[in-house]
C-alpha cells in the first residue's frame, strides 16, 4: 500500500472516530481526563494529516500555495491547534462551539471511494455498497446526537442516556428516508429547522440509497436484463414488419438458446477490448472443453494454444442451416464445440455426421479447391472457425498441427 493510501486511510478511520465519538461527548459523555488528552492529540494528528493528504492530492506546489488555501484548510489549521483541551485545563468544562471546529474532520469519510479504487479485486457491487454502509450510519449519529442537544422533541424526558439516543436515532433514520411518523416533532423553532434541514437532506440521502440499492438489483442479473432487451428490440422489429408466426417462433427459439447455454452474450463481444494476452487467457478458460475434445489439441504447445485461441471465432448455426455449400470456395475450417454437423456430398447424400471435439472444412484450404461436400447443422450447433489465413500461419508456425490437419485429410480421403 503506498503512502498516500496509507494516509487516505488514516483520515477514514480518523473521521470515523471523531463523527461518532465527538457528538456523543457534546450529549453528556464525560470521559476520564487521560481519555479527553489523548483524543485532542488524535485530533491535532488528523488535521495534519488531512492537510497534507489535501496537498498531495492536489499535486501543488508551493509556489501554487496561496490558491490551495481554502476555508476547510483554515479550519484544519485551527483543528491543529488544542483548542478544546486548552479550555478544558483552564476552564474544566467542555465547549461545545470549539468541539463544533473540529467535526470539520468528518468531511473526509469521502475518501473511502478513493481508497477502494486501488483494490482491483473488488467487484461493483461492493464498491457500490460499501460507501453506503459506512456513511449512513455516521450520518444518522450525527443528526440523532444534534437532536438530543436540541431537547429531543417530545421525548420522554428520561435520564437514561442509551434510550434517549436510541429514540433520536430512530427520529433521525425516519425523518432521512421518509417525512416521519409523528410520534416525535419538533416543538421549538430551533426544532422545527433542524427538523426541516434533515428532511431536505433526507430527499438526498433518499435518493443515494435508492439508486444504489437499484443498480445493485439490476446488476444482480444484468445478464439476463440485458438478454431480455435484445428480445424486445427483436420483437418490436418483427411486430413493425408483420413477420410470420412460424418464423416468429423460430427467432424466439434461438435467442432461447442463447439464453440458456451463452446467458445471451456472445464473448468477443464482451472482451473484446481486453488485451491480447488476457483475451486468449480468456478465451482459454471459456473453452477449455474444446480443447479437451479435440485430440491433437490437448498434448498441443501452450504457443498453439494461445495463437489459435485469439483466432477462432464463435459462431451458432440453427438446426437445418447450411455452414457451407459443395463447390464453395473453401474460407475457414471449423471446430464442434457442440451439437452435430452433417456431411453431405454432391448427390446430398449422407457421408458423415460429425460431433463434439471433431473438425472440418480442411480439405479445401490443404488442397486451395473448392468444398467437395455440403455442410449443414444437424441441430443447434456451437462451432468455432478458423480463417484461411489463420490456418495457413498456423501450419506454417507450428508444425505438429500441419501434420495433425494432414494425417486427418488423408484418412478421411482412404
Known amino acids: 500500500m503506498k503512502s498516500i493510501e496509507i494516509q487516505r486511510l488514516i483520515a ?51 509556489v501554487k500555495l496561496a490558491n490551495w488555501l481554502r476555508l476547510e484548510v483554515f479550519i484544519d489549521l485551527l483543528c491543529v491547534l488544542p483548542l478544546s483541551l486548552l479550555f478544558y485545563l483552564l476552564t474544566g468544562e467542555v465547549s461545545g462551539r470549539l468541539l463544533l471546529i473540529n467535526l470539520v474532520c468528518v468531511r473526509n469519510v469521502q475518501q473511502i471511494r478513493r481508497f477502494l479504487d486501488q483494490f482491483d479485486q473488488l467487484g461493483p457491487t461492493v464498491f457500490r455498497l460499501i460507501p453506503v454502509f459506512v456513511t449512513l450510519p455516521l450520518l444518522v449519529h450525527l443528526i440523532a446526537c444534534g437532536w438530543i442537544s436540541l431537547g429531543e422533541g417530545n421525548a420522554d424526558p428520561t435520564g437514561d442516556l442509551l434510550f434517549r439516543y436510541v429514540r433520536a436515532w430512530y427520529w433521525a433514520m425516519t425523518t432521512l428516508t421518509t417525512v416521519g411518523f409523528g410520534d416525535i416533532v419538533p416543538k421549538t423553532v430551533s ?26 438489483l439490476h446488476r444482480s442479473d444484468a445478464a439476463r436484463e440485458h438478454h ?140 486451395d479447391r473448392p468444398r467437395g461436400a455440403t455442410a449443414r447443422a444437424a441441430s443447434y450447433c456451437e462451432v468455432y472457425l478458423l480463417r484461411k489465413e489463420s490456418f495457413h500461419r498456423a501450419m506454417k508456425t507450428f508444425p505438429e498441427f500441419k501434420a495433425h490437419v494432414e494425417q486427418i485429410a488423408q484418412s478421411r480421403q482412404t
Do not use: C
Open 191 to 216: 426544532q422545527m429547522v433542524y427538523a426541516g434541514g434533515v428532511q431536505l437532506t433526507g430527499v438526498g440521502v433518499f435518493g443515494y440509497i435508492v439508486s444504489n440499492v437499484a443498480t445493485v
Open 12 to 62: 477514514i478511520l480518523g473521521a470515523l472516530l471523531v463523527g461518532f465519538w465527538l457528538p456523543l461527548r457534546m450529549v453528556g459523555i464525560e470521559p476520564p481526563f487521560s481519555v479527553n488528552i489523548i483524543f485532542y492529540s488524535m485530533i491535532s494528528v488528523l488535521s495534519v494529516n488531512n492537510i497534507v493528504l489535501g496537498f498531495r492530492d492536489k499535486e501543488l506546489s508551493l
Open 228 to 367: 431480455m432487451d435484445s428480445v424486445d428490440r427483436i420483437e418490436m422489429f418483427m411486430n413493425m414488419h408483420g413477420i410470420s408466426p412460424h418464423l416468429r417462433q423460430n427467432v424466439r427459439t434461438y435467442f432461447h438458446y442463447l439464453w440458456t447455454h451463452k446467458r445471451g452474450y456472445q464473448e468477443r463481444s464482451v472482451i473484446h477490448e481486453l488485451p491480447a494476452k488476457i483475451r486468449s487467457e480468456m478465451f482459454y478458460e471459456i473453452n477449455r472443453s474444446i480443447v479437451s475434445k479435440v485430440d491433437f489439441l490437448r498434448d498441443a504447445s501452450p504457443e498453439l494454444i494461445e495463437e489459435l485461441m485469439l483466432q477462432l471465432e464463435p459462431m451458432i448455426f440453427v438446426p437445418g442451416e447450411r455452414i457451407f455449400r459443395v463447390d464453395e470456395p473453401g474460407l475457414a475450417l471449423y471446430f464442434i464445440h457442440s451439437g452435430s454437423v452433417e456431411i453431405r456430398g454432391r448427390d446430398n447424400a449422407l457421408v458423415a455426421t460429425l460431433a463434439d471435439g471433431q473438425f472440418f472444412g480442411e480439405m479445401a484450404l490443404l488442397s
